[in-house]
């Protein structure tokens, strides 16, 4: 195998395309989430120099920003969350590097919003294009979780990483935090003397070269702030091919190399369908329990929860969904956090396409019904106005509206463009969009007027089917969405009815060769609650309680709690303690908080489980444990 070229080549009419598109969509985005105002002055690159203080759980150092003033009046307004600010000086570029001496510049900072934090504002003198801003990350940052050693596998050295998605990267550096702006930047990380030995510094860049506790950095392809990613631990790597590898803790890095051995070949298969991998490398790191999201798709560094190391692949699907973000997410982005689902949606699809093309289409199938499943019950629970996938996020936090809905709904709306026009045709088109939009962040208006442009105004017959405004901006879904049929799952259906209905015994279900999604479909189509001796049943005869997949144990200790099976509770709390993504964790805390004795029970897990979770995941069980 040939390695790729990472940047694909682009005709001039199409740059010349996509910087028309450039500009109308600087002109145009207004991002509520953000203090900056990048059409007046704009982020292009930003020089990191931090140390990493593990005893006071700070970073500590300064972030350089290189300028571009289309206003030569207006401040420079950047995000911050509770950064402790030392100084800010000004200077100028001269031959491609920041001058040597540098005027200190007057600086205020506003008013803390409880949801944006607050606007760090800059006086520009005149002809000034690089801000130098001293600084230091505060120990509760809601983008850093900082971890003691027995939190860690390893449980001999602590542990650091980030997670910016949504507005996180102001906690840990003063930036303009919106992805409607793109900026290149490179990093020297700094690690403590006494832990300069154990220690490895990892970004979402290219390693540029380390020695004595000192680790360099460069990302030369724009990127939004919520991109940037650090992790500092013991952590060893194993290749998995020619252009990726995985990073993980000693006790975990051969579990987990098994697990995403096909890495390379899920890179070849969405190349062969969309186009080459433009980011040259891609690494997984596989964080301590405590991360909470399945994955982040950093370029070149994918972080992901250890929870989907189910030891037979089955839960390989998040790999998957993270290599598809290096097209639609990292290349082509969502410009405003309203816009979410044009990241996620279209991910969600191609995840689907990749697994059929290298594990078959009966594995999409299994994928896609459990899917449609998850996006029925939130569309039941939801409000209407979060079934949108043109979400409205005046006066809320980004992080509170995340659901299932943009990735799933999404993911059909795309699925039903695929059965109208035909998979050469649509995938020609998603081709085209990615080429076309490449290193851009764009909004749901312009996709869509791309989408109407360049596809539905080619056949308008078949555009007819395609109710665009529908599926985008109403809530619920349109009819007929498309319903996939898994025969496998169908057999197993059966195999729960029969049960159910007294047909068979547990012990003469055959799971010997059952994947996770099999599992899945079994327990969720069973009634709930069951009574507590057919839990018994099944629990004796499938050992559920013990099973040391994560994906099946949660949806088992759900149907536990609902049932009042309270030998599996001990292992609720331990799952509870231990594990911290917040996909598992915050279901099972609404469950408990249904009735009395659960709500006892939840408050006192709680308050000895809430020091382990990362920020993020604390803020979401905050709201349901009160």
């Known amino acids: 195998m040939t390695r790729r070229t990472a940047i694909a080549t682009i005709t001039g009419s199409t740059l010349a395309l996509a910087a028309c598109h450039k500009k109308r969509n600087m002109e145009e985005v207004h991002d509520i989430d953000s203090f900056a105002h990048p059409t007046q002055v704009r982020v292009k690159h930003c020089s990191l120099d931090l140390t990493v203080n593990f005893h006071d759980k700070k970073l500590e150092g300064s972030a350089g920003l290189n300028l571009v003033r289309t206003d030569p009046k207006a401040p420079l307004i950047l995000d911050t969350r509770d950064l402790h600010i030392d100084e800010v000086r000004c200077g100028k570029y001269q031959d491609g590097a920041p001058a040597s001496s540098y005027a200190e510049c007057k600086f205020t900072i506003g008013n803390r919003d409880p949801i944006l934090g607050s606007p760090l504002t800059v006086n520009l003198p005149a002809g000034t294009d690089y801000v130098l801003i001293q600084y230091a990350s505060q120990p509760e940052a809601s983008g850093l979780q900082w971890l003691e050693p027995h939190q860690t596998a390893g449980r001999r050295h602590p542990f650091l990483y980030s997670q910016n998605e949504s507005i996180h990267a102001r906690s840990w550096i003063p930036i303009q935090d919106t992805p409607s702006v793109r900026l290149t930047y490179d990093a020297t990380i700094r690690i403590q003397a006494n832990y300069a030995q154990a220690l490895i510094a990892l970004m979402g860049a290219e390693h540029q070269g380390s020695g004595n506790g000192v680790f360099r950095f460069s990302m030369d392809l724009p990127i939004p702030s919520y991109l940037i990613a650090l992790a500092v631990g013991e952590l060893h790597f194993r290749d998995t091919g020619q252009r990726s590898g995985v990073y993980a803790e000693p006790p975990i890095i051969d579990s987990a190399t098994r697990e995403f051995a096909d890495t390379e070949k899920l890179m070849e298969a969405v190349e ?21 999201f399945g994955g982040m798709e950093n370029p070149r560094l994918t972080f992901a929860t250890p929870t989907v190391i189910a030891g037979d692949k089955s839960l390989v699907s998040l790999v998957a969904h993270e290599l598809a973000h290096s097209w639609s997410g990292n290349l082509v982005t969502n410009a405003t956090w309203s816009d979410f ?6 991910t969600t699809y191609i995840e689907n396409r990749i697994q059929e093309r ?30 949108i996938l043109h979400i409205d996020l005046a006066g809320r936090d980004p992080d509170d509206t995340m659901s299932e809905i943009p990735y799933f709904k999404g993911a059909l709306f795309l699925r039903q463009m695929e059965e109208v026009f035909g998979r050469p ?3 020609e088109y998603l081709k085209k969009y990615f080429n076309h939009f490449a290193f851009q ?11 109407r442009t360049e596809l539905l105004g ?31 799952l169908n057999a197993i259906r059966d195999k729960a009815n029969q049960w159910a209905a007294h047909e068979t015994s547990a012990r003469d279900i055959d799971t010997a060769n059952w994947v996770t999604q099999e599992w899945l479909e079994f327990l969720q189509v069973l009634p709930n609650p069951l009574p507590p001796a057919r839990m018994t049943e099944l629990d004796q005869a499938l050992h559920l309680t013990r099973t040391g997949n994560d994906e099946i144990l949660d949806q088992w200790l759900l149907m536990s709690i609902d049932s009042g099976y309270t030998h599996a509770f001990p292992r609720l709390e331990g799952f509870l303690l231990h594990v911290g993504r917040i996909k598992y964790i915050r279901p099972l805390y609404v469950a408990l908080m249904k009735t009395p004795k659960g709500q006892a029970r939840a408050k006192e897990i709680y308050r000895k489980a809430r020091p382990g979770y990362h920020p993020i995941a604390q803020a979401a069980i905050d709201k349901i444990v009160k």
Request: cysteine-free; proline content about 10%; charged content about 25%.
């Open 358 to 387: 290298v594990y078959g289409q009966e594995v999409a199938l299994m994928e896609q019904v459990l899917d449609r499943r998850v996006l029925d019950k939130e569309l039941r629970e939801f409000d209407k106005r979060d079934q």
């Open 272 to 292: 062969d369908l969309y186009g080459p991998y433009r980011w040259g490398r891609y690494d997984l790191l596989i964080l301590p329990p405590s991360f909470p």
């Open 341 to 346: 689902w044009l990241n996620e949606g279209f």
């Open 458 to 488: 080619d056949y308008p017959r078949k555009a007819k089917q395609i109710p665009v405004n529908e599926w985008v901006y109403q809530p619920g879904l349109p009819a007929p969405a498309p319903q996939a049929v898994s025969e496998r």
């Open 425 to 427: 045709t649509f995938d």
């Open 441 to 451: 962040s764009i909004t749901t208006a312009t996709a869509l007027d791309y989408l």
